[in-house]
């Protein structure tokens, strides 16, 4: 007589689904990540190196029992300090506002001008990118939503419109009492 199996066959698929979708995910996000400008690729691979190296003597260090020295702590910190100096060096921000009234988008200069068409922010993002000497897409723009709670703007349509025109740079919104 034949008999079903004890175990089922999707035991084993759905877990490993589950890290293929995680490993896929990761494909997708690693064009994202991209080396620092102000840097060469064999430095930063040689400090993350030395970071790693580090954290494993620590590791050993803590496993066998015996204190960390105050010159592995420093060395560490030294690293992750240059690590978020790299990451300054490189990365300009500016903060583009909404206005409550209307739903346009201006910034301080230090007078209030205008961002009302496709020209006007091309012409933001090449003198920002000519004046600190970076390209495009380190730029970051930070869009402040009106600080009203129930203020109507800007709508979907104007929203759509902003991310259009900054397409090209980092491109981020500041919602009140929206939490990341």
């Known amino acids: 007589m034949v008999e079903m199996p004890r175990r089922s066959v999707t035991r084993f698929f759905i877990p490993m689904i589950d890290v293929l979708t995680l490993l896929f995910s990761l494909y997708l996000l690693m064009p994202i990540v991209s080396s620092v400008q102000g840097e060469s690729e064999q ?34 910190e030294q690293l992750r300090r240059e690590k978020i100096a790299a990451l300054k060096s490189r990365l300009r921000m500016r903060v583009l506002e909404i206005d409550p009234k ?15 068409s496709s020209a006007k922010a091309n012409r933001l993002i090449a003198s920002d990118a000519e004046e600190h000497g970076v390209a495009p897409h380190d730029l970051y723009y930070l869009i402040l939503y009106p600080r009203e709670r129930f203020n109507v703007y800007p709508t979907a349509d104007q929203r759509e419109t902003y991310d259009t025109w900054f ?3 980092a491109l981020d919104y500041d919602i009140p009492g929206k939490k990341k």
């Open 167 to 169: 397409k090209r740079v």
């Open 43 to 76: 430095d930063r691979i040689a400090r993350e190196e030395r970071l790693r190296q580090l954290e494993n003597e620590i590791q050993l260090k803590s496993e066998g029992g015996e204190s960390l020295t105050a010159k592995l702590r420093e060395e560490i």
């Open 102 to 116: 209307d739903g346009s988008l201006f910034y301080r200069d230090p007078e209030r001008i205008e961002i009302d």
